[in-house]
């Protein structure tokens, strides 16, 4: 296997992911249309995108811990079996007690799903690849967030939300099947290890930390996105979501190279700064030119470190990959449920200047967790690219007079020799 390039079966990871992303931000475009059809208030609709994160994220630590004795495609296969099902119950729903069940459905299918892409797409291709390999997965994830909102309300405007699932449906059933011609299969682990065994993962040296600061970046974020339109009222909101899409597809890629070339923690770190001045440069939206530059470098920033989050818990869990990436998609979930929550518990009147106040504030914590308390960036020599440094440890290197000596021996051995 070439290690100049990212193994092509990573771009069937990133369809999966496009097709359980789809099936979670699809919600959000079809709200007017379900408002009308079930004779609800958006408050209560709303609760859909609530069950769907909850699940994934209660959820995907468990389905990790219990599954990782098997292969990364079986659980992958598994998911997005998961996720076709609760997008075909939606279609045809009655009320809203089966859509509430189908969403919880599909929740748990898209956690098994990216905790098995993101697992799978380490073991497919080299270190010195993986983050990038990873952006790609992620890409799947922001590319849905770009498109699926707007084309399923222009979608469910004219036909309502029953075709729109059905076409989700649709896309999962595709996805499965790309995944199940494409994806070679890996051996499983060779021994399951105990559940306890799984849970003592996070304690691994550098683990805690990163999970810390993704958490809180993620609160940070989340705060601001879940609210979006209401912040930001002197632009279309079509035109502002579009923004912050765009700004994630293109921080999804920009992130992966970032840190296989300049390593995670620099790579995350800089988002998290990035993503600080944005929050805290808020107050401009209400120039038009703002309104649109501000949402893109939003979804810059935040999708920007989601692989080098990644990489670096792939780097420092090794053997304990699987548990501990599904343990990161819960605290994923964990943190945009806690940013939702957290802008709600604040005054409507008072958002636009606490909410990115409040942003600032956990994007400067999550910057010291990661960059004081997070594994450090270092250069390996031959084919093994950056690894994640434990904390503690200290790099030896060889004294530029043992380099000398060494060298004249090297020179006198080859003088004298016939």
């Known amino acids: 296997m070439t290690t100049r390039t990212i193994v092509p079966a990573t771009y069937a990871l990133a369809a999966a992911t496009v097709a359980t992303g789809a099936a979670n931000h699809a919600v959000t475009g079809l709200m007017p249309a379900l408002v009308d059809d079930l004779h609800l208030s958006i408050a209560i609709v709303g609760q859909l995108s609530t069950a769907f994160g909850l699940a994934s994220g209660l959820a995907a630590p468990i389905i990790g811990i219990l599954?990782?004795?098997?292969?990364?495609?079986?659980?992958?296969?598994?998911?997005l079996l998961l996720t076709v099902a609760g997008n075909a119950v939606a279609a045809v729903a009655p009320g809203f007690g089966l859509l509430i069940a189908a969403r919880i459905l599909a929740g748990l299918g898209s956690a098994a799903a990216m905790a098995a892409a993101l697992g799978q797409a380490a073991e497919l291709n080299a270190p010195e690849r993986r983050a990038r390999a990873m952006a790609v997965v992620i890409g799947g994830l922001t590319l849905a967030l770009a498109i699926a909102p707007p084309l399923a309300a222009l979608a469910a405007a004219h036909h309502g939300p029953a075709p729109v699932f059905a076409a989700l449906t649709a896309l999962a059933v595709l996805?499965?099947?790309?995944?199940?011609?494409?994806?070679?299969?890996?051996?499983?682990?060779?021994?399951?290890?105990?559940?306890?065994?799984?849970?003592?993962?996070?304690?691994?040296?550098?683990?805690?930390?990163?999970?810390?600061?993704?958490f809180l970046m993620a609160t940070a974020a989340f705060m601001v996105q879940t609210y979006l339109t209401n912040l930001v009222s002197s632009y279309s909101p079509v035109h502002i979501l579009a923004a912050y899409g765009a700004g994630a597809i293109l921080g999804t890629r920009l992130g992966g190279r970032a840190a296989d070339r300049h390593g995670p923690r620099t790579a995350a770190s800089a988002a998290i700064t990035l993503q600080a001045l944005t929050l805290a440069a808020w107050p401009l939206?209400?120039?038009?030119?703002?309104?649109?530059?501000?949402?893109?470098?939003?979804?810059?920033?935040?999708?920007?470190?989601?692989?080098?989050?990644?990489?670096?818990?792939?780097?420092?869990?090794?053997?304990?990959?699987?548990a501990v990436l599904a343990i990161d998609s819960g605290v994923m979930?964990?943190?945009?449920?806690?940013?939702?929550?957290?802008?709600?518990?604040?005054?409507?009147?008072?958002?636009?200047?606490?909410?990115?106040?409040?942003g600032v504030v956990l994007s400067v914590v999550a910057f010291g967790c990661l960059y004081l308390r997070g594994p450090r960036d270092r250069r390996t020599h031959g084919d093994q690219g950056r690894r994640a440094e434990e904390p503690g440890k200290k790099v030896r290197k060889t004294p530029r007079?043992?380099?000398?000596?060494?060298?004249?021996?090297?020179k006198n051995a080859i003088e004298r020799s016939p």
């Open 175 to 214: 996805a499965l099947a790309v995944a199940r011609t494409v994806l070679p299969e890996q051996a499983p682990d060779a021994a399951p290890v105990p559940f306890a065994g799984h849970l003592r993962a996070i304690t691994l040296p550098g683990i805690r930390p990163v999970l810390a600061a993704k």
């Open 67 to 79: 599954t990782a004795h098997w292969s990364r495609r079986r659980v992958l296969l598994a998911g």
């Open 285 to 322: 939206t209400a120039h038009t030119a703002a309104a649109v530059t501000l949402p893109f470098a939003a979804g810059l920033a935040f999708w920007s470190a989601q692989p080098a989050y990644v990489r670096q818990l792939a780097d420092a869990a090794r053997d304990q990959a699987p």
């Open 333 to 358: 979930f964990a943190g945009i449920a806690a940013g939702g929550l957290t802008g709600a518990a604040q005054p409507v009147e008072t958002f636009a200047v606490s909410l990115p106040v409040s």
């Open 401 to 410: 007079v043992l380099e000398r000596v060494a060298f004249s021996g090297r």
